[in-house]
């Protein structure tokens, strides 16, 4: 994961950093107890396979400290943080046993963890984690116990099975984890599987260390400056990413502050752009955009009138029609909102954007640059088209709210040249429900002629 985190990565990443000084959910108490079990289950599997010999204790013990010392470097990821374990779990797995490797590795988890807890900085029922922690340990010590081999006389071959079977292993009780405690998507869970190309690449300075681990069990302790190394960039990397999530929290909140003073400007104004905001994020999932195009259209809805800050306010509540000079004026306003919007900067600048081009027209007659079609940003023709509805079905300063038929017949009419013909018609479906129930209609007016509107399209979605 990189330092410019997508949004979902961000929304993920603050749950995490939430997440050790707060209570267990029950979700997360079923996975630590089911992913426990399962974890007891398949030790004794292996404890079955193959029984564990005598075996010299310092070296296992140096190894599981190292491990336990490694396992205090973590490095955030979006669903939780990865540790470089195979710096001493590739020895530990050469100097025990292998039904004793996951039982050690639950042992280091518990050992690493506890400052925390010591410190209140985690609750103490985490420790339930260990375990499910601990399943990456069970697919090496797997494939040796099934071949009946140990480390140190295995072949290049069966040492590469044994690494893959590590990460199959991981990722799918990562997989069943995060399913269940914080219902990530399958894509979400698996684009965290780069950092088993990390794992790969630290697996060959632990084999060195692991080949001398039993004539020289302090070898082990060659890892220590290398792991002490990789916790700077670790630490540098918790700023950083901390960093980054407090500028998206503060550009959102200069983005609900500026809606706070919309709304305390012109209280219609700030009314509508929030009416306008519902109906557009119910649009957005209907088209089913991106979450970061969904949140920059969620802010250009809520701020597509900010502009009119700058607007004179006998203009913007004028009750009659507006004048060549004072339309001129008006018109502005997304020029004024957009200049608002870059000075705030970061992803501000994406909303500025479609905040100016939410007057443009789909046949090229808006403003203030004249595109047409797909030229205008789809955003910005999401918004008009809601604004348009919202502008029609809430009273103004100049006319009383109109009907859902008239509105709707409006809407339609203004299909294929204000509005998206498309996004006409998946907003109707969006709206049908404000719909009255069908009335008879008498002989006498079947024929009589319909109501039009006495103001154009313009001046209602201004």
């Known amino acids: 994961m990189s330092f410019d985190p997508s949004l979902e990565d961000q929304q993920l990443l603050e749950e995490t950093f939430r997440r050790p000084a707060s209570r267990m959910t029950r979700r997360e108490i079923l996975a630590a107890l089911l992913l426990t079990a399962g974890f007891i289950a398949a030790v004794a599997a292996v404890w079955l396979i193959q029984d564990p010999d005598s075996f010299p204790i310092l070296p296992a013990v140096i190894s599981l400290l190292v491990l336990a010392v490694s396992m205090r470097v973590q490095f955030d990821t979006p669903l939780g943080f990865t540790v470089p374990t195979q710096l001493a779990f590739v020895p530990l797995v050469f100097a025990a046993p292998a039904a004793i490797v996951p039982i050690a590795v639950v042992v280091a988890f518990t050992i690493a963890l506890l400052p925390e807890v010591i410190r209140g900085e985690l609750r103490p029922i985490r420790l339930l984690n260990a375990p499910a922690n601990s399943w990456f340990a069970l697919g090496p010590v797997a494939v040796l116990a099934i071949a009946h081999t140990r480390p140190e006389a295995a072949g290049p071959l069966l040492l590469i099975a044994a690494l893959f079977a590590q ?8 997989a069943a984890r995060f399913a269940i405690t914080r219902e990530a998507s399958v894509l979400s869970v698996f684009r965290s599987n780069w950092i088993y190309g990390i794992d790969a690449a630290l697996a060959a300075p632990g084999l060195l260390a692991a080949e001398s681990v039993h004539r020289t069990p302090l070898a082990a302790l060659a890892m220590l400056p290398l792991l002490g190394l990789m916790a700077m960039f670790a630490h540098e990397r918790h700023r950083r990413l901390e960093s980054t999530l407090e500028l998206s929290s503060a ?6 502050v500026l809606g706070d003073v919309i709304e305390a400007d012109d209280g219609y104004t700030g009314q509508h752009c929030k009416s306008v905001v519902a109906l557009t994020l119910e649009l957005a999932e209907h088209l089913d955009l991106p979450a970061e195009r969904r949140r920059n259209l969620e802010f250009a809805a809520l701020l597509h009138d900010v502009g009119k800050i700058a607007i004179p306010k006998e203009i913007i509540n004028k009750p009659g029609k507006l004048d060549p000079d004072e339309w ?5 306003h997304t020029l004024e909102g957009q200049k608002m919007l870059d000075r705030v ?15 443009e027209r789909w046949d090229g007659g808006g403003y203030p640059d004249g595109l047409a079609g797909e030229q205008i940003p789809l955003e910005a023709r999401i918004i008009s088209c809601c604004d348009t509805w919202n502008a029609m079905r809430t009273d103004r300063p100049y006319r009383k709210a109109l009907s859902y038929e008239v509105a709707e017949a409006e809407l339609l009419a203004a299909s294929g040249t204000q509005l998206d013909p498309r996004l006409v018609h998946s907003l109707l479906e969006i709206v049908a429900s404000e719909a009255p129930e069908p009335q008879p209609v008498s ?5 009589a002629p319909q109501p039009r509107l006495e103001y154009g399209f313009a001046r209602q979605a201004c």
Do not use: N, Q, W
């Not at 990460?167 to 990562?174: G, L, M, Q, R």
């Not at 550009?251 to 609900?256: D, I, K, N, V, W």
């Not at 002989?443 to 024929?447: I, W």
């Open 251 to 256: 550009y959102r909140g200069t983005a609900l």
């Open 328 to 332: 001129m004026i008006v018109k502005t």
């Open 443 to 447: 002989p006498d007016a079947a024929g």
């Open 345 to 359: 900067g970061g992803f501000m600048r994406e909303v500025g954007a479609i905040v100016r081009s939410h007057h």
């Open 167 to 174: 990460f199959a292993v991981d990722s799918a009780a990562a």
